[in-house]
């Protein structure tokens, strides 16, 4: 893990540390989340898949939110588990296919999750002071300060 990782991972936490007991709180913490998206390889139409994948996922019952570049589930684990095999199914179906899925506990309530989106995060690298020491010059060559 690098000082960058180690900053925005204090950062985060410090933020979610501040957020109001009700918004830490899962709002299920039965329920699993399952974000996915889908990446047709080969097919001279990439909706179609998608759309099927979509759909799937939608009769499964669970609640289903779509999005730009993904889709989100949520329920009980096995529900979960089986509307995910239907999604890649009904995408493969129609050729080579990518899925790729993230999976969760304990899904976050809406007030959470709007605080956390809303929260700016400054993950600029900062460069550690080994790196500022041998930083290259005008010429691009390295040389340690002082020399």
Known sequence: M???DRALDAALASDFAHAPDAAR???RPEA???Q???YPL????IHAPIQDAIAAASSSGLTVQVGRLS???EGPEDEVFMALRSAFAAARASGGTVMVATLTTGVPDDE???HIQSTRVDAAPQAS?????????ESGSRQTKGQ
């Open 2 to 4: 690098t000082d960058d």
């Open 25 to 27: 709180a899962p709002r």
């Open 32 to 34: 699993t989340g399952c």
């Open 36 to 38: 996915f998206s889908i």
């Open 42 to 45: 080969t097919q001279a139409d």
């Open 71 to 73: 889709t989100f589930m």
């Open 112 to 114: 959470l999750v709007a």
């Open 129 to 137: 002071a080994a790196q500022q020491e041998e930083a290259p010059d």
